[in-house]
Nanobody
Framework: VQLVESGGGLVQAGGSLRLSCAASGRSFSNYAMAWFRQAPGKEREFVAAISWSGSSPSYADSVKGRFTISAEDAKNTVYLQMNSLKPEDTAVYYC?????????????????WGQGTQVTVSS
């Protein structure tokens, strides 16, 4: 499956952005989807994950309560709603997917990746 992210940009601290990840090639059914991010000079880190098995989404502690991951199967699209953004949220955000009913927090689990979208939060 091919993944294409969109929705990144420049926003002031406290603002909001919604990232989208559109899949082509097949349905998201039986897929686990996740968002990761990589800040300059840092390793890529887990942000949020969701699956179509009905289990609750999972979030990194650093974004819990501020970010929400959701999925719209009819549009083959996964979203990341980001509120109360902070300068430390500045990073390239990547969408990732794997054919599994369960999601995991490690990037090695995911075999489909988007190209990334830049999110910059100014102070």
């Amino acid at each position: 499956v091919q993944l294409v992210e969109s929705g990144g940009g420049l926003v002031q601290a406290g603002g909001s952005l919604r990232l989208s990840c559109a899949a082509s090639g097949r349905s998201f059914s039986n897929y686990a989807m996740a968002w990761f991010r990589q800040a300059p000079g840092k390793e890529r880190e887990f942000v949020a994950a969701i699956s179509w098995s009905g289990s609750s989404p999972s979030y990194a502690d650093s974004v819990k309560g501020r970010f929400t991951i959701s999925a719209e199967d009819a549009k083959n699209t996964v979203y990341l709603q980001m509120n109360s953004l902070k300068p430390e949220d500045t990073a390239v955000y990547y969408c990732a997917g794997a054919q599994s009913r369960t999601y995991y927090f490690t990037e090695s689990f995911y075999d489909s990746w988007g190209q990334g979208t830049q999110v910059t939060v100014s102070s």
